[in-house]
Structure formats: structure tokens, C-alpha cells
T-cell receptor, first 118, second 108 residues
Framework: DGGITQSPKYLFRKEGQNVTLSCEQN?????MYWYRQDPGQGLRLIYY???????QKGDIAEGYSVSREKKESFPLTVTSAQKNPTAFYLC?????????????????FGPGTRLTVT | DAKTTQPPSMDCAEGRAANLPCNHS???????VYWYRQIHSQGPQYIIH???NNETNEMASLIITEDRKSSTLILPHATLRDTAVYYC?????????FGTGTRLQVTL
């Protein structure tokens, strides 16, 4: 089955430690994304990558880092510099679904990782 | 990307049509309208998208006004499993901005 896997589902860390969240996709999508979601809030974009070995900061990149060495993988590191790291983290990839005019994309999401830092 | 405005919550009786509105008055000519939904503690799921014409698929219908400043997502026969947060988004690139959406509660 094609899809996006995120592991682990739940992650607990002590304050001051860096932690890396895994995201793997076998959909052959070029673009991948990391979002953060806080309780009762929408999704906020952390980083995105449109091609291997290239990535851009999203709206809330401070305290996070990413790498994109392989098309299938887009790991996110939550560093000790992130002031409020406890959140639900979602990874996504996208495919071009453009038809006759303009560009349109569909994003596919993983099941998420719930990170708790104490 | 244009900003979207949605009501924070709506209720719908099971079996009835759920009509979810969205305002996107600053949408530009080449921006698509997208709808996603998120069931509790899961990743969002794509529902439908459109540019100017109304669209229908197996999940829903999308009605876009002629001036493209607003749209309505229609779930023709809502079920309890349609209870979720529904997000309306606009965009031209693969990078999309999610707001806080509409929490739809389907009741018996």
C-alpha cells in the first residue's frame, strides 16, 4: 500500500534534548511538508521541500531543522531551541493534480506524531 | 495566498445535507479553492478542489460563486462518520495554508 508513515505515534522527551521525527513516503512524490498542530488550532507549516537536497522555511521554522537527502524521507529535528515543542506533528507529501488551467496540488498526510516534552 | 473565513462550528442531522460556507474575498484569478477534513487526531484528508466551475466527486460537491469570493462544500447525506473539522484553503502552489476550519458535528 502506498502512503506516508510517521514514527513513533507518541514520543516523550525531556526538556533540553533534541528529538528527530521520522517521515517516509512511498508515493514517489517530489514535495514534502512538516506541519505543527496545537490543541484546537489549525495546521502551521514548519518546513517544506519541493525536491531532494532543497528545502524552505515555513511560517514557524525557528527551533526546527530538516534534511532531504532522499526523495522518500524528510526527517524533522525538534531542537532544544524550540520554546514550546509539545504538539502534534504532521508530515505530508503532495502531487500535482492540475487540469486545464493553473496549478493544483493534493496533499497526502501521515498519521502524525504526538510529541510531549517535559 | 488568499485568506479564508469559515464559521467555527456547525451542526447537521444525520442523513441531511451539510452545507459548509467559506469566504475567500481576496482570492486571485489563478488560485484554486481546496477543501480538506480532519477527523480527530488523524492527518487531514483531501476532499475536493475547484477553480471556477462547480465540482462533484464521490465525497462531496463544491459550489463556487461566479465572482469566486465564496464557496460552499456540500456533503449530500451526512453520516456520523462525517463529524470532523473541515478546512477551506486557497492557493496556487503546492504550499497551502490551513486556518482553524469549521467543526462539523453530525448528530442522530
Amino acid at each position: 500500500d502506498g502512503g506516508i508513515t510517521q514514527s513513533p505515534k507518541y514520543l516523550f522527551r525531556k526538556e533540553g534534548q533534541n528529538v528527530t521525527l521520522s517521515c517516509e513516503q512511498n508515493l514517489n512524490h517530489d514535495a514534502m511538508y512538516w506541519y505543527r498542530q496545537d490543541p484546537g488550532q489549525g495546521l502551521r507549516l514548519i518546513y517544506y521541500s519541493q525536491i531532494v537536497n532543497d528545502f524552505q522555511k515555513g511560517d514557524i521554522a525557528e527551533g526546527y531543522s530538516v534534511s532531504r537527502e532522499k526523495k522518500e524521507s524528510f526527517p524533522l529535528t525538534v531542537t532544544s531551541a524550540q520554546k514550546n515543542p509539545t504538539a502534534f506533528y504532521l508530515c505530508a507529501s503532495s502531487i500535482d493534480i492540475s487540469r486545464t488551467s493553473g496549478r493544483a496540488y493534493e496533499q497526502y498526510f501521515g498519521p502524525g506524531t504526538r510529541l510531549t516534552v517535559t | 495566498d488568499a485568506k479564508t473565513t469559515q464559521p467555527p462550528s456547525m451542526d447537521c442531522a444525520e442523513g441531511r445535507a451539510a452545507n459548509l460556507p467559506c469566504n475567500h474575498s481576496t482570492i486571485s484569478g489563478n488560485e484554486y479553492v481546496y477543501w480538506y477534513r480532519q477527523i480527530h487526531s488523524q492527518g487531514p484528508q483531501y476532499i475536493i478542489h475547484g477553480l471556477k466551475n462547480n465540482e462533484t466527486n464521490e465525497m462531496a460537491s463544491l459550489i463556487i460563486t461566479e465572482d469566486r469570493k465564496s464557496s460552499t462544500l456540500i456533503l449530500p447525506h451526512a453520516t456520523l462518520r462525517d463529524t470532523a473539522v473541515y478546512y477551506c484553503l486557497t492557493g496556487t502552489a503546492s504550499k497551502l495554508t490551513f486556518g482553524t476550519g469549521t467543526r462539523l458535528q453530525v448528530t442522530l
